[in-house]
């Protein structure tokens, strides 16, 4: 009796989904129905459609399952991120937001963009054009030297937007300190790197015609202000906070030492 019952449950169950099979191959009441971009034309609608899962397509519900593999592969190729919601039955919701630059970074003699949320991709990175609301920060370049350790992670990375290994919270404070202090038009580049082994950020100052001086600092900001102080009372009134041709050298603990850039 016990098998014939559940041979009876069988046959029912393969009855069901015969007819859900049917219907489904008439009516197409599993598929996608629409992916809604918001706000339209932040990048093309194709580029968008393209990284929808191929079962997605057939099978809506799947796309709640692979939503973060459906957002990286927009990510990962465009300078964006995506949010993805549920609206409507096969209906969704995608948010495109340009990433936020902070800085523009030279590195491996290229010039990238970091963003706000830690990526890094190319200044010049084709993609760029195809997303509107891409702002380039009015801010010196960092410049990261070879000697430090790698800015971004290639470690299975596939595309062009990459996740970034950069100190963001300490290079954020080094703006923030250039800026109230009043460094930050004086200053062409800050360049982060190692001197006898400890890490450093030399100040550029000048601009991108020539280096008309350098102040090399701890990578602490502590002091930061009262070097600024100082060498307002030793240099008062001078155009790029020190004299033209001056090396300042604030990595000593308690002193700073000046030498001029032709006696290297």
Partial sequence: MRVKRWRSKLIIL??????????????GFMRLRDVEMTPR??????????SVPRNAETFWPALLVLGRKFTRGVEKFYPVELKIRLTGWGRYRVTIAPLEALLCVSWNSKLWLLSTNGRMWLANLPAN????????????????????????????????VY?????????????????RIGWNDKIYCLLAKK??????????????????????????????????????????????????????????KDIFTVTSKDAR
Wanted: glycine share 10%; hydrophobic share 40%; proline share 7%.
């Fill in 41 to 50: 034309g932040a990048v093309s609608d194709v580029v968008v459609w393209q």
């Fill in 195 to 252: 001197i006898d082994g400890k890490p450093v950020v030399q100040v550029l100052l000048g601009s991108e015609a020539g280096i008309t001086g350098e102040i090399i600092l701890k990578e602490d900001t502590e002091e930061w202000p009262y070097l600024a102080a100082a060498l307002e009372e030793k240099y008062p009134g001078s155009e790029r906070g020190i004299p033209s041709g001056l090396i300042v050298n604030a990595t000593y």
């Fill in 14 to 27: 393969c009855l069901l989904g015969g007819v859900l099979y049917s219907v489904e191959l008439r009516y």
């Fill in 129 to 160: 054009a195809k997303v509107k609301g891409i702002i380039i920060p009015n801010k010196p370049i960092l410049a990261w030297d070879q000697g430090m350790a790698l800015p971004i992670d290639t470690e299975g990375q596939t595309g062009d």
């Fill in 163 to 179: 996740p970034s290994s950069l100190p963001i919270a300490k290079i954020r404070k080094w703006y923030e300190v250039i800026e």
